[in-house]
C-alpha cells in the first residue's frame, strides 16, 4: 500500500513538473491581456464605421438614418495638449447665449496639456477669454473636476473625473442656471454664470480664439443642443454609451462623433477642420458599458 501511495505522489510531482510552467504562462498571459483591456465589455461590441448614423433634414422631418444601433465608434478623437484642435468655424447657431446643453466622452491624460492648466473639449472665447464659454477638465490633480467659465464666472463639479477612464461630461444651461453632469448625474450647479456672445471661431480640444488651454486625451461624440435638457434625458444620452446617437434631433444644432473624421453629423454641416488630430482606434481600455 505505502509502494502505491509513493508512486501516486511521485506521478503527482511528475505531472507538476511537466506541466507547471505551462500553466504559469497562461496565468501570466491571462493576466496580461486583463491589463490591456482585452475582456473589457466595451471591446466585444461590434464597432461603428466612420460615417455610418447621420442626421438627415428635410421640409417634412427630420430623422436619423444609417447604423444608428448605438454601437461603440471604430475611433476617437486624440488630442495632444499642444496644438491639435478642431475648428468649427463661426457659425451664429454656435454662438450659445440661450439655453443650451452639451455633451461629450472625454478620456483625458494627466498632466492636462503643456502649461499644465485645464484642458478646454469645448469652447469658443476671445483671445482675453472674456466673452464665450469655456467646458473642459480642470486638471490640477490626475483626478479632478469638470469646468466651465465665460471669463469672470466659473463653476466647478463637485466630483472628479480621472485621467485614463473614460467620462460622460454635460454641461446644461437654462438661460439661468448651469448645472454640471458626470456620467448622467449632477455634480455642481451655479445661478451667476452668463455666456456673452463672441466672434471666435468654436473649437473641440482648445478655443481656436485662444492660444493656451489646449486639451490632453481622447474626445468622442460632441452633441451640442439649443436648449437644456432635463435631468432624465442627460441620464438617458449617458446611457446610450459612447455610440450613442443624439437624443433630440429637433434641439440638436451640432454633432461631431470624432469617429475617424471631423464631420458634423447634426445635418447642419458645421464641418471641421482639424489640426494634429490622430484618429485613435485602440481606445477602449478605461470604457466600460454605462449602468444604471
Known amino acids: 500500500m505505502r509502494a502505491r501511495c509513493g508512486l501516486r505522489q511521485q506521478s503527482a510531482m511528475e505531472y507538476l513538473m511537466t506541466y507547471g510552467w505551462a500553466i504559469l504562462a497562461i496565468a501570466i498571459v491571462m493576466v496580461s491581456l486583463y491589463s490591456l483591456g482585452i475582456f473589457n465589455s466595451g471591446n466585444l461590441q461590434p464597432t461603428a464605421t466612420p460615417g455610418s ?38 457659425p451664429s447657431i454656435l454662438n450659445l447665449v440661450g439655453s443650451f446643453t452639451i455633451s461629450a466622452w472625454i478620456d483625458p491624460n494627466y498632466p492636462p496639456n503643456s502649461n499644465g492648466a485645464y484642458g478646454q473639449v469645448f469652447a469658443k472665447t476671445d483671445s482675453g477669454g472674456q466673452g464665450g464659454y469655456e467646458f473642459g477638465w480642470l486638471g490640477n490633480n490626475k483626478c479632478s473636476s469638470t469646468y466651465v467659465t465665460n471669463g469672470p464666472s466659473t463653476l466647478n463639479s463637485n466630483s472628479s473625473i480621472c485621467a485614463g477612464t473614460w467620462s460622460h461630461i454635460t454641461l446644461t444651461f437654462d438661460g439661468t442656471n448651469s448645472v454640471l453632469y458626470i456620467n448622467g448625474q449632477a455634480h ?40 437644456s435638457l432635463d435631468p432624465v434625458s442627460v441620464k438617458s ?48 481600455t478605461g470604457y466600460s458599458l454605462p449602468s444604471s
Open 53 to 90: 448614423c447621420e442626421v438627415v433634414r428635410t421640409a417634412a422631418q427630420t430623422s436619423l438614418a444609417g447604423q444608428c444601433n448605438n454601437l461603440i465608434p471604430k475611433y476617437v478623437g486624440q488630442f495632444n495638449g499642444q496644438n491639435s484642435y478642431i475648428d468649427v468655424g463661426n
Open 188 to 227: 455642481g450647479s451655479n445661478s451667476g454664470i452668463t455666456y456673452p456672445s463672441s466672434t471666435q471661431d468654436t473649437g473641440i480640444g482648445r478655443a481656436p480664439g485662444r492660444t493656451g488651454y489646449p486639451y490632453n486625451g481622447l474626445i468622442a461624440d460632441v452633441q451640442i443642443y439649443n436648449t
Open 237 to 284: 444620452l449617458y446611457l446610450e454609451g459612447i455610440g450613442g446617437a443624439p437624443i433630440d434631433l429637433q434641439h440638436l444644432i451640432g454633432w461631431w462623433p470624432l469617429n475617424g473624421n471631423n464631420n458634423d453629423y447634426s445635418g447642419i454641416n458645421s464641418q471641421g477642420t482639424a489640426a494634429n488630430v490622430i484618429w485613435n482606434a485602440n481606445w477602449k
